[in-house]
């Protein structure tokens, strides 16, 4: 899985349209969309957007139809109205410190969040079709040093799943990597023969031990048997936004009686190095997150 990075531009060109995307971020297209709409006169942001002239030029790439590339986000683009109404926020965003972050910063931190999800879920998408690799769908090697990979799902998402499911108080009180390891007859949980659900404390995951296989993986074309319906964490692969990190345990009161989400503010961009097309484009991906004014993290393994 070691691989060697493309040496030149032609090398690349494997990756077409996912590299592309990758080299034409949208962020610091909705930094001035932001900027725009505090300072000006707009009731609506996509007013702005038909206004924008093309193309539009910065320090890292040439945007030719900047609005068709801003109108994907249309729907998370008018969450920055808020900013000019009263609304009363329903999440909290605190900073390193634990301090809470004030409105601008909480409500543009949250939209910029999902617009680069839906934007990483697309290129990783693309990127990923380009690699013939089963990695995320597949138990570590032998030669790998975790002991097992844990795919989290949603309840929904589970049931796709045919697969044995373990759910007690015991595995409800646990999470894949604590201490004690969960035991399952009096061995620990990784060492199944084959894949497995597990009810954790924070939900159902897909548990894959050594040596094995996503049910849904076609061993002889290496694809997705249900690759239409996937979990949401098998669309955002190897390279995801980390500006907000959920923090549940410190979740507040809210005025209405319910639960508040708290979320600390990360401004980092993730990419994982188990990837052949995160260490293939690592170049790329660096100046992805330059043009976002993010801090690039390179971290290894799944689990």
Not at 6 to 17: A, T
Request: with cysteine; aromatic share 8%.
């Amino acid at each position: 899985m070691q691989g060697n990075r493309p040496k030149d531009k032609h090398e690349k060109n494997r990756y077409g349209p996912g590299l592309s995307l990758l080299n034409q971020p949208v962020l610091p297209l909705i930094h001035m969309v932001q900027f725009f709409f505090l300072t000006g006169s707009f009731d609506h942001v996509a007013d702005i957007i038909d206004e924008l002239p093309s193309p539009i030029e910065t320090a890292h790439t040439e945007y030719r139809n900047p609005a068709a590339l801003l109108h994907h986000y249309d729907d998370l683009l008018a969450d920055f109205e808020m900013l000019k109404r009263d609304d009363t926020l329903a999440f909290l965003v605190i900073d390193e410190a634990g301090e809470r972050v004030d409105r601008l910063t909480a409500i543009s931190s949250r939209v910029t969040q999902r617009i680069l999800t839906r934007e990483l879920e697309r290129i990783n998408s693309l990127l990923c079709g380009s690699c013939d690799c089963t990695l995320c769908c597949t138990g570590p090697d032998d030669d790998m040093e975790q002991e097992f990979y844990e795919i989290p799902l949603s309840n929904r998402e589970r049931k796709r799943f045919p697969l044995n499911s373990v759910d007690s108080d015991i595995s409800r009180r646990h999470s894949a990597l604590a201490e004690p390891v969960f035991m399952i007859n009096n061995r620990p949980f990784y060492e199944m023969s084959q894949p497995a659900l597990i009810h954790w404390q924070t939900g159902w995951s897909l548990i894959m031990p050594r040596q094995s296989a996503c049910p849904h993986l076609d061993n002889q074309s290496g694809r997705c048997l249900d690759y239409a319906a996937r979990p949401k964490v098998c669309r955002r692969p190897q390279i995801f936004p980390y500006l907000l990190e959920r923090l549940p345990k410190r979740d507040e009161e809210g005025s209405n009686g319910g639960k508040l989400p708290v979320y600390r503010l990360r401004r980092s961009l993730l990419a994982v190095m188990d990837c052949p097309y995160v260490r293939d484009l690592q170049d790329d991906i660096a100046a992805y997150a330059a043009a976002g004014e993010l801090e690039l993290i390179l971290t290894r393994n799944k689990a």
